[in-house]
């Protein structure tokens, strides 16, 4: 019986919250809009299945080259050290010395490419790649020089090298591929939009537009539970009063975004994808008025910006799928 009356007061909630939506949703002149999504879809989806630019994860295989160039590296300190303990001739303590310094700062430059490329600057990645690729050159030279003979380490080195080329050449093609995007996306009204928006329909390739639309919705609730969470945290850990009270008004705007995150799913379930897409539209609206809680005069970002902004990106696109379905 109480179960039957908290269910009947649900629904009534429910009710009033959803008209309250359309009502705002119909304010709004929505033609326009739609025209704009749907040129920039038509783009978007071009993009997105043009053969020309590839589907790979250039980044994911350029990471996984340089962390094994980095153990590689590693590896080859640990055998010059252990030679350095050994060696007993003059020529051969300096090379190894040297050698153990050249490899040293590779592996450090190799770390830094990697952060540069997690950073999207990847010219600074490739000079320190080139660099360590210079230090592990240097070493053999020394050889040569003082010694008249390769390294005790030169097929250690010629695999260390051909990694450091193997994550050369996969920042490349993951340069050439940003651009092919960049430049179909130029054409478009939001050109952020559609480059993510491209971004997630080649991770997601074979998936329908259905498919699509419920994937991003997914994931825009779990951004939204992210940022929900790291809001309960930081309840926890601060004391400035008035970080508090905006942190509390924040919690609650976004567990609305996320009660209407949710609430879009089985409206999609059941193709009624103008509801769907007015609840979620209506998440990025809970998500600014945070922002603007602590902005306020000041014109501060909030603690929850970087994560607001991914949010943000997540729920547009999935505004972008469920508006095209709607239009179908
Ligand atoms: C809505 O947009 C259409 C198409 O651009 C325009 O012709 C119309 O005047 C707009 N209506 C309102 C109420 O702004
Ligand atoms: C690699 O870089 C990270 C920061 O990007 C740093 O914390 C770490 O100590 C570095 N490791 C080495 C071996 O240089
Ligand atoms: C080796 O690495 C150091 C430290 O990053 C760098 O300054 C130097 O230019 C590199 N050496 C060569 C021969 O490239």
Same mark, same amino acid.
Request: aromatic share 6%; net charge positive; charged share 25%.
């Given at each position: 019986m109480g179960s039957l009356h908290g269910l009947l007061s649900f629904c009534f909630v429910l009710v009033l919250v959803l008209s309250s939506n359309h009502l705002t949703a119909k304010a709004h002149n929505k033609s326009t809009n739609q025209i704009k999504v749907e040129a920039d879809f038509k783009i978007i989806a071009e993009l997105a299945g043009k053969n020309s630019i590839p589907n790979a994860d250039f980044k994911g295989l350029a990471k996984l080259a340089l962390t094994k160039a980095i153990s590689n590296g590693n590896g080859i300190c640990q055998r010059v050290n252990s030679l350095l303990l050994k060696s007993s001739d003059m020529y051969t303590t300096r090379s190894l010395t040297g050698c153990s310094t050249n490899y040293k700062d590779a592996v450090g430059l190799i =770390?830094?490419?990697?952060?540069?490329?997690?950073? @999207? @600057?990847?010219?600074?990645? /490739? !000079?320190?790649? +080139?660099?360590?690729? #210079?230090?592990? +050159? @240097?070493?053999?030279?020394?050889?040569?020089?003082?010694?008249?003979? =390769?390294?005790?380490? +030169?097929? $250690? /080195?010629?695999?260390?090298?051909?990694?450091?080329? !193997? &994550?050369?050449?996969h920042i490349n093609l993951l340069v050439q591929k940003e651009r092919l995007i960049t430049e179909g996306c130029s054409q478009t009204l939001d050109k952020e939009l559609c480059i993510s928006t491209v971004g997630f329909f080649q991770e997601n390739k074979g998936?329908?537009?259905?498919?699509?639309?419920?994937?991003?919705?997914? /994931?825009?609730?779990?951004?939204?539970?992210? %940022?929900? =969470?790291?809001?309960s945290v930081l309840l926890k850990t601060t004391s400035d009063k008035c970080v508090l009270k905006k942190l509390k008004s924040c919690s609650a705007f976004y567990l609305t975004a996320i009660g209407k995150i949710k609430a879009s799913l089985p409206a999609l379930d059941c193709n009624r994808y103008g509801d769907a897409s007015t609840w979620v539209g209506a998440a990025i &609206?809970?998500?600014? +008025?945070?922002?603007?809680?602590? #902005?306020?005069? *000041?014109?501060?970002? *909030?603690?929850? !910006?970087? $994560?607001? %902004?991914?949010?943000?990106?997540?729920? *547009?696109?999935?505004?972008?799928? %469920?508006?095209?379905?709607? &239009? =179908?």
């Open positions: =770390n830094k490419s990697l952060a540069a490329l997690d950073a @999207k @600057k990847y010219g600074d990645a /490739k !000079t320190c790649i +080139t660099d360590a690729l #210079a230090n592990s +050159t @240097k070493c053999e030279d020394r050889f040569e020089e003082l010694l008249q003979r =390769n390294s005790p380490f +030169t097929f $250690m /080195k010629a695999k260390f090298g051909l990694l450091c080329l !193997t &994550g050369l050449k998936l329908g537009l259905h498919g699509l639309a419920k994937l991003a919705v997914e /994931k825009a609730l779990q951004d939204g539970t992210r %940022i929900h =969470n790291h809001i &609206g809970s998500a600014e +008025t945070c922002e603007g809680v602590f #902005a306020g005069k *000041s014109n501060k970002i *909030s603690p929850l !910006t970087p $994560m607001k %902004i991914e949010f943000s990106k997540q729920v *547009s696109i999935s505004l972008v799928v %469920i508006k095209k379905l709607a &239009g =179908n």
